[in-house]
């Protein structure tokens, strides 16, 4: 089932079967992860559904929360469908770098193509926060140097459990 809620002109907020989940029992895994997950090209719920069970099914990690789903209207390169975008709190014993790379591949595995910034793209996976750590490197940036300038991130976050 899918619940809609019109929250202004430019901004809804989806809720379904798996985006606004939260786990019971407590992970085996060392760290916690969130990312922001976004995209506007193609089905972008069905893929966040198939994103939601490709994740449940891996081993290496255990979905601990998800939240609504945000359509929002794109920013930087504005000539694009809206994007949907929310946030999923995993549990991982990866270390951040690995995890990176394990996020790329799974952009990837979802046709993700990189050709410029703010492009359409059918899955954009970001490490928002790895537990408390800062890490700041050529390669991954956390917390995520731009998480509070995004409604696209801060709405659906503001409905994650701590």
């Known amino acids: ?40 090209v193609g089905d972008v719920l069905r893929r966040f559904h198939h994103l939601f069970f490709t994740l449940q099914a891996d081993k290496r990690v255990e979905i601990l929360q998800t939240a ?45 193509k990189r050709s410029f910034a703010n492009a359409p793209r059918t899955l954009d996976l970001d490490i928002l926060f790895f537990d408390d750590r800062v890490i700041d490197t050529k390669s991954l940036k956390v917390p995520h140097p731009q998480w509070m300038k995004r409604e696209s991130v801060l709405i659906p976050l503001s409905s994650i459990k701590r």
């Open 1 to 40: 089932m899918i619940k809609k809620r019109v929250l202004s002109e430019s901004l809804m907020l989806i809720t379904t079967t798996c985006f606004a989940y939260k786990k019971v029992q407590s992970s085996t895994h060392r760290y916690q992860a969130t990312i922001g997950i976004g995209g506007n």
């Open 68 to 112: 609504p789903i945000l359509k929002n209207p794109p920013f930087g390169y504005t000539h694009q469908d809206d994007f949907l975008n929310s946030v999923i709190v995993l549990a991982t014993s990866m270390q951040p770098k690995v995890f990176l790379d394990f996020l790329m591949r799974l952009e990837k595995r979802f046709s993700r």
